[in-house]
């Protein structure tokens, strides 16, 4: 199959939306940008397409699709009721980074599910996702546009290092600003629980919601139990080098990450570090990536998909990570890099 990739211009935008959701009405697959992470789109009424998109992700078909909406009015014939947790949430975070789980109506296939009851629901904040979704027929299953176990793609060209050759085509709307997938919040529990950390903050879903729950596996990797979120549980964001963490203060990171890269280096292991803006400058590695400015979790969170891909790119054998912040939208940097490192923390 060859891809069709379209850069997205005042001038073919129009046409391009409506070829693109043609493909998706006919059982095709088009990648498409959104504010968190580009998606990998088919028609999520249709279980011939959820199939296609396991295939070309590579990822086994019990993990199941999010369903992108762009009105709210497309939100009650897929859901067995829309609660009023769920009108309180659309009506302060819709359009956005957030995903609810809720009960499925008999409109969505299984297959779009996983093999669930429930469905998770988003309606994105990016005017061509928006767009191209009223072109599809207003219901677009979307993962993260990766291969399985890669970094989710924040350009339309990682997207395209994964996807060429396997789906119809790739719409290119420039970078995914916010660089991580949304939250996911499961509603179908009481009281309500945070599967996946992101934009929409657990502060900001208490005040929404009241009592919020945790799940444990979020934050470690030890717990024992299997993530509430099937997709949580597969080693997602690693990279193809060995990734730890370091965590502590300053002076006593910048010596033990500098003492792992001098063994790396006595090995001839090809060697990273992961840190802030401020601290770059600290370290004597191959290749240095920062993070951005100390304590900027949105900083942080934009960059560090690219920075794993080029550790990848760049052949780096041995990465060292400073700790982020993990406060606030920091908690969503947290997880995935948790993730990345396959919960390898060493604190100093
Ligand atoms: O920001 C995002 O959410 C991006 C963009 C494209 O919208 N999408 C995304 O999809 O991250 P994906 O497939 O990579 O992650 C979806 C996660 C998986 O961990 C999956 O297991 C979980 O959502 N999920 C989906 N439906 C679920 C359900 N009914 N119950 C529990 N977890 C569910
Ligand atoms: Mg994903």
């Given at each position: 199959m060859v891809t069709k990739v379209i850069a997205l211009s005042k001038d073919n935008r129009a046409a391009a939306l409506k070829e693109a959701g043609k493909i998706i009405k006919a059982g095709g697959l088009v990648a498409f940008p959104t504010e968190t992470v580009y998606g990998l789109g088919g028609d999520a009424l249709n279980p011939a397409s959820a199939k296609k998109i396991y295939e070309a992700k590579g990822r086994p078909s019990d993990n199941p699709l999010i369903v992108h909406i762009a009105?709210?009015?497309?939100l009650p014939s897929i859901v067995e009721e829309v609660t009023e947790e769920a009108k309180r949430l659309a009506s302060l975070?819709?359009?956005?980074p957030l995903t609810m789980i809720l009960k499925k109506s008999a409109r969505v296939p299984y297959e779009t599910t996983g093999g669930l009851d429930t469905v998770a629901v988003r309606m994105p904040v990016h005017d061509v996702a928006l767009d191209f979704i009223e072109a599809a027929g207003g219901y677009v299953a979307a993962p993260s546009a990766n291969r399985s176990g890669r970094p989710s793609p924040t350009t339309a060209a990682y997207v395209a290092e994964d996807m060429e050759g396997r789906i119809e085509m790739i719409l290119d709307?420039?970078?995914?600003?916010?660089g991580l997938e949304s939250t996911i919040v499961d509603l179908t529990v009481e009281p309500p629980m945070l599967l996946r950390p992101g934009f929409v903050t657990m502060d900001m879903l208490s005040v929404a919601l009241g009592e919020v729950g945790v799940d444990e596996t979020l934050l470690r990797g030890d717990s024992g139990q299997a993530p509430k979120?099937?997709?949580?549980?597969?080693?997602?964001?690693?990279?193809?080098g060995e990734l730890i963490i370091v965590r502590g203060k300053t002076e006593a990171v910048t010596a033990c990450i500098n003492e792992r890269l001098r063994e790396g280096r006595r090995i001839n292991k090809k060697t990273g570090v992961i840190t802030s803006e401020e601290t770059l400058g600290y370290y004597d590695a191959d290749a240095r990536y920062s993070l951005g400015k100390k304590g900027s979790a949105k900083a942080a969170a934009e960059r560090l998909y690219r920075i794993l891909r080029e550790c990848d790119d760049e052949g780096v054998e041995l990465i060292l990570s400073e700790c982020p912040d993990g406060a606030g939208v920091g908690a969503a940097v947290m997880n995935r890099l948790l993730k990345a490192a396959g919960y390898h923390i060493i604190d100093v």
């Open positions: 009105e709210m009015e497309a975070f819709w359009p956005g709307g420039g970078q995914a600003t916010l979120a099937p997709g949580m549980k597969y080693r997602h964001y690693a990279p193809k």
